[in-house]
């Protein structure tokens, strides 16, 4: 007679338990590659996550440089052009279409254009 076994074919105690064992040794084994598996993927997409983040805020910061620069260039353009409207003898009419040219150019934009107009008009 084998050991392990009953007398019937069937396996004893011993066998039983050794079974129970192997089972439950290889559940837990293959649980824990699946947790490891599952931490991985979590760990890429947080990275991934973090470098989209990383790349937003990055193209936010160029745009708002952009928009800084873009005010900037317009108020020089303002500043260059005031001094050189003066020696054309403060003729409105000229210096509103310098300043219309100026808007169509995109030198401007509709509110600065409105503002010029006014200081101009004296409004």
Do not use: C, W
């Amino acid at each position: 007679m084998r050991r392990g076994i009953g007398r019937r074919g069937r396996p004893g105690l011993v066998g039983t338990v050794a079974r129970t064992a192997v089972v439950a040794g290889t559940a837990t084994a293959v649980s824990g590659a699946m947790y490891g598996h599952q931490q991985k993927k979590q760990a890429v997409q947080m990275q991934e996550m973090a470098a989209d983040q990383a790349a937003f805020d990055s193209q936010a910061q160029l745009q708002d440089m952009q928009a800084q620069m873009n005010a900037m260039q317009a108020q020089q353009m303002q500043a260059a052009v005031a001094p050189a409207a003066a020696p054309a003898g403060n003729d409105m009419m000229a210096q509103l279409q310098q300043l219309t040219q100026m808007k169509d150019a995109g030198a401007l934009t509709d509110v600065e254009f409105q503002a010029a107009k006014a200081k101009l008009l004296g409004i």
